[in-house]
DNA sequence: TCTGGGGTCCTAGGACCC
DNA sequence: TCTGGGGTCCTAGGACCC
């Protein structure tokens, strides 16, 4: 048995913390960039603002019901959800960390089935006076039925926050009242071809035969039926796999043209990327850059493109990394385009301990990269001072509007509330 | 004028080989 | 020069998640 506690409108809930002038009205988070919405108070959600609304399109709308509008501040958020993982480490075995907001809990041998309810009440309690952020919890079989479940004590009031969906009728009655769009892993685009195909709930989804399924959509889709009828495919991972890429990219706050400052954004990018490769002790075998232009401006021409570059051994320096990323810049790069966003994509991830070696390397070398790296990387997380590659451009100048930014309440010791 | 960032996985199609 | 089937590998793009 599983249980889905996820925190409800975190963000917003993180910005009501330290400023209880924010309860009871309409507050929503903006993206990086002051982009789009995405977080949202019920009272926001109650004038009919959607997620991921573009913020200039709700303009009117913040001006009339004076809504309170932040940009994100993730350091902030990072850390408050540390403290919420935390509570959650000690309320069960073991954790499975999903997302900054949402965790899943392992309940096997939890309990008698039916004392659950009691069990999700404990842990919401318990989170609400350790941390002050309001989370709902969704009890079920599977990963796929505990969102389900976690979406029904999030809709229904009258649940209390908790729905317990160990019993099967009840997993029907839930999957009849929701409709299939709201299913993890139906997106928008499969929900409208499953409406197609005259499915519109949960509960029709469920019964869908499995190889019909496939040719509708794919394996991925059967896979998520399964879960709804009991039949796990995600399973309970505690410990998580090494990841598969990483990626460092940004719109910028201001078109840019010219050739030097989008070339130092990517060396900016593939410095960071770096510096959070060797954070986790791993290596990459690959380097790849992409630069576009806007997607939405259709009186500007489009130029999108990225390039990919394979490192004759894996490396975690950031002299290899900006230099490949710079020369795959230079392949790709084409005047006369006001480019909105750039990044590097790192992948290939190997332990730098067990790497093979390149034949012609020079092994001296590779230990003076990594003390040199060492050093970097301590200065950089110390309060002293930063040091910095020659073609990275300083970051504030270009990245990101953050009009509308909270204090660093938590982690910042000059933005500690102070209390008189 | 302004439309996020960071991920994973799957599929279709092209290049290439025999 | 034209012809086929079967296989692998790679890449681009789509769909989804938070």
Partial sequence: MYALVDCNNFYVSCERLFNPALKGVPVVVLSNNDGCVVARSPEAKALGIKMAVPAF????????????????????????????????ESLAPQIEVYSIDEAFLDLSGFGQPGSLTDYGQHIRS?????????????????????????HGAKSYPRTGGVVDLSAKERQQKLMSLVDVGEIWGIGRKT?????RHGIKTAFQLSQLDLQHAQRVANINLVKTIDELNGVIHYSFD??????????????FAQRMTDYTSLRQTICEFAARAAERLRGEQLACGVVQVFIRTGQFNNN????SNSATARLSAPAADTRTIVKTATDLFDAIWKE??????????????????????DLFADASVDEESARLMGVIDQINRSSKGKVWFAGQRPYEDWFMKRANLSPAYTTRWSDLPLVR
């Avoid at 505690?238 to 719109?251: A, G, M, T, Y």
């Avoid at 006369?336 to 790192?346: D, F, I």
């Fill in 57 to 88: 399109q709700i303009k009117e709308l913040i001006k009339k019901h004076q809504i309170r509008v932040y940009s994100s501040n993730y350091s902030f958020y990072g850390d408050i959800s540390s403290r919420v993982m935390a509570t959650l």
């Fill in 126 to 150: 318990t989170v609400k006076q350790y941390i002050g952020i309001p989370v709902c919890v969704g009890i079920a079989p599977t990963k796929t039925l505990a969102k389900l479940a976690n």
């Fill in 191 to 195: 929900a409208e071809k499953l409406q």
């Fill in 238 to 251: 505690d410990v998580p796999e090494i990841r598969k890429q990483l990626i460092c990219s940004r719109s």
């Fill in 300 to 303: 500007d021409p489009g130029y």
């Fill in 336 to 357: 006369g385009y006001r480019y909105a966003k750039s990044g590097v994509m790192l992948g290939e991830f190997c332990d730098p301990q067990t790497v093979q070696q």
